[in-house]
């Protein structure tokens, strides 16, 4: 008997094969799409960070009174940032460094980041860290009683004020910088002389950062007998140019009040100016042209506007800096004696 029939091929296992082959390669497909997305996603961060970040840390300019005095310190500051040397403004709490500083870094028509310096800054405050972390994870059940789990954990680094200024060519104002501790200063060290910003944490050509020519560093402090100064180290001091300032003339000082202060005028605020300066010769505590302006502004809010007022106004200006309670006495008589001494009245 003949069988007719064609003879049937196993094609079995070859359509198990091509179906693991698929899956597999589905498998391969996602991951690719997963890690082109990761990399979109971290150049779109790469990309927005310095815009983020300006937002953030670049604080508006103040008003600001441009007096012959005041020109003479912008043309000093100035002549030395041309030439690509940090500027370092020493003065006492008080006499406009901060003002300046901000000031000539916006006319520079760059970026301006702005680092306040504390005890607690470190060197990543400064640079930045590996801050974050993201993970990714994959499951593969196409195989029957088969799962695979696999996380992908990436560090991502974040950068902070100085690299962000040094990358950008931003003019850095960096306030306050002597109350920072001097170890976690040192990384400006190849940043002024070198030309170069170390990443203490990043990992191969990454860690080292070229500094853009337009980069440019205004550094503010007190003098170093204030509370809370550390004495930065010589090698640092010796790559900065340092203009010492100290309060403004009467006029400046005046103009100055005059910008920050609506409805009071210029008579009353030219007396106030007057008393502050005539305290800040006869107290032992600085007394700054902010003095002078909080001052100003709490005569502006009063209506009857007497001598005892005034006193209690100055008073409660100059109260937070002496040491104890049971000196506050002694400051409000010498107050009420600069003022009658003046005769100082406020209309």
Same mark, same amino acid.
């Given at each position: 008997? &003949?069988?007719?029939?064609?003879?049937?091929?196993?094609? $079995?296992?070859?359509?198990?094969?091509?179906?693991?082959?698929?899956?597999?390669?589905?498998?391969?497909?996602?991951?690719?799409?997963?890690?082109?997305?990761?990399?979109? @996603?971290?150049?779109?961060?790469?990309?927005?960070?310095? /815009?983020?970040?300006?937002?953030?840390?670049?604080?508006?300019?103040?008003?600001?009174?441009?007096?012959?005095?005041?020109?003479?310190?912008? !043309?000093?500051?100035?002549?030395?940032?041309?030439? $690509?040397?940090?500027?370092?403004?020493?003065?006492? %709490?008080?006499?406009?460094?901060?003002?300046? /500083?901000?000031?000539? #870094?916006?006319?520079?028509?760059?970026?301006?980041?702005?680092?306040?310096?504390?005890?607690?800054?470190? !060197?990543?405050?400064?640079?930045?860290?590996?801050?974050?972390?993201?993970?990714?994870?994959?499951? +593969?059940?196409?195989?029957?009683?088969?799962?695979?789990?696999?996380?992908?954990?990436?560090?991502?680094?974040?950068?902070?004020?100085? !690299? *962000?200024?040094?990358?950008?060519?931003? %003019?850095?104002?960096?306030?306050?910088?002597?109350? %920072?501790?001097?170890?976690?200063?040192?990384?400006?060290?190849?940043?002024? =002389?070198?030309?170069?910003?170390?990443?203490?944490? @990043?990992? $191969?050509?990454?860690?080292?950062?070229?500094?853009?020519?337009?980069?440019?560093?205004?550094? &503010?402090?007190?003098?170093?007998?204030?509370?809370?100064?550390?004495?930065?180290?010589? /090698?640092?001091?010796?790559?900065?140019?340092?203009?010492?300032?100290?309060?403004?003339?009467?006029? %400046?000082? *005046?103009?100055? *009040?005059?910008?920050?202060? +609506?409805?009071? +005028?210029?008579?009353?605020?030219?007396?106030?100016?007057?008393?502050?300066?005539?305290?800040?010769?006869?107290? +032992?505590?600085?007394?700054?042209?902010? #003095?002078?302006?909080?001052? /100003?502004?709490?005569?502006? !809010?009063?209506?009857?506007?007497?001598?005892?007022?005034?006193?209690?106004?100055?008073?409660?200006?100059?109260?937070?800096?002496?040491?104890?309670?049971?000196?506050?006495?002694?400051?409000?008589?010498?107050?009420?004696?600069?003022? @009658?001494?003046? =005769? *100082?009245?406020?209309?």
């Amino acid at each position: 008997m &003949t069988n007719g029939s064609r003879k049937r091929k196993v094609r $079995g296992s070859q359509i198990r094969s091509s179906r693991d082959e698929k899956q597999e390669q589905n498998v391969r497909n996602r991951r690719e799409k997963e890690r082109q997305r990761l990399e979109k @996603q971290e150049s779109h961060r790469a990309g927005n960070g310095a /815009a983020q970040f300006d937002d953030r840390f670049m604080p508006e300019e103040q008003p600001f009174v441009e007096t012959e005095a005041v020109a003479q310190v912008e !043309t000093r500051m100035s002549r030395w940032l041309d030439v $690509g040397r940090p500027v370092h403004l020493i003065g006492p %709490t008080g006499c406009g460094k901060t003002a300046l /500083a901000m000031h000539v #870094a916006h006319e520079r028509d760059r970026p301006v980041v702005w680092i306040n310096g504390d005890a607690d800054l470190t !060197t990543s405050d400064l640079v930045g860290e590996y801050a974050e972390k993201e993970r990714i994870s994959e499951r +593969d059940k196409y195989i029957h009683n088969v799962i695979k789990s696999k996380d992908i954990i990436r560090d991502r680094w974040v950068n902070n004020p100085l !690299t *962000v200024a040094v990358q950008e060519g931003a %003019t850095l104002v960096y306030n306050e910088f002597s109350r %920072t501790k001097p170890v976690a200063n040192n990384v400006l060290l190849s940043v002024f =002389e070198e030309g170069v910003l170390e990443l203490p944490g @990043q990992r $191969g050509e990454s860690r080292y950062v070229d500094v853009h020519s337009d980069f440019r560093a205004i550094l &503010t402090s007190n003098s170093v007998e204030y509370a809370g100064v550390h004495e930065p180290q010589d /090698a640092l001091l010796d790559r900065l140019v340092g203009l010492y300032m100290d309060f403004y003339d009467r006029d %400046t000082e *005046v103009e100055i *009040v005059q910008s920050h202060v +609506d409805g009071l +005028d210029a008579e009353n605020i030219e007396q106030i100016v007057e008393l502050m300066r005539e305290l800040r010769e006869r107290l +032992d505590i600085n007394v700054g042209t902010r #003095a002078a302006i909080m001052a /100003a502004e709490g005569i502006g !809010t009063v209506d009857d506007r007497n001598q005892s007022v005034l006193t209690d106004i100055c008073v409660d200006v100059l109260a937070s800096k002496v040491a104890q309670r049971s000196e506050v006495s002694e400051l409000r008589d010498v107050v009420e004696s600069a003022i @009658q001494d003046m =005769e *100082v009245t406020i209309s």
